[in-house]
């Protein structure tokens, strides 16, 4: 029901904007919407959060990372400048049919929804 798009190869330093649109579903405004990536041999990671208007980013993509949402158009963004090759792994998009607090945004546990994943590859 989530799909995910807008993956690539780049250098360092670029940008890319993900998105995740939905089908079958209407995400409404309350719905919590995320972004998580998972790099080889590691475990899947929170990287950016939306939920009534609030957001939640991870530590490691704060002031490089924006995640944005359209519900008009069932799409939540995520907007990745100065990309570091750190930032390489598939990235999930996901959904919560709440609004989760954001004590628990953070864990994918908390997620019903899942897309298929857009792998991002950032070269040194």
């Known amino acids: 029901q989530l799909q995910a798009s807008g993956g690539g190869l780049v250098q360092a330093g670029a940008s890319l904007r993900l998105s995740c649109t939905t089908s079958g579903r209407t995400f409404s405004g309350t719905y919590t919407m995320a972004w998580f990536r998972q790099a080889p041999g590691k475990e899947r990671e929170f990287v950016a959060g939306s939920r009534s208007g609030n957001t939640a980013y991870a530590d490691s993509v704060k002031g490089r990372f924006t995640i944005s949402r359209d519900n008009a158009k069932n799409t939540v963004y995520l907007q990745m400048n100065s990309l570091k090759p750190e930032d390489t792994a598939v990235y999930f998009c996901?959904?919560?049919?709440?609004?989760?607090?954001?004590?628990?945004?953070?864990?994918?546990?908390?997620?019903?929804?899942w897309g298929q994943g857009t792998q991002v590859t950032v070269s040194s």
């Open positions: 996901a959904g919560a049919p709440r609004g989760l607090i954001m004590s628990t945004i953070r864990r994918s546990v908390e997620y019903d929804y």
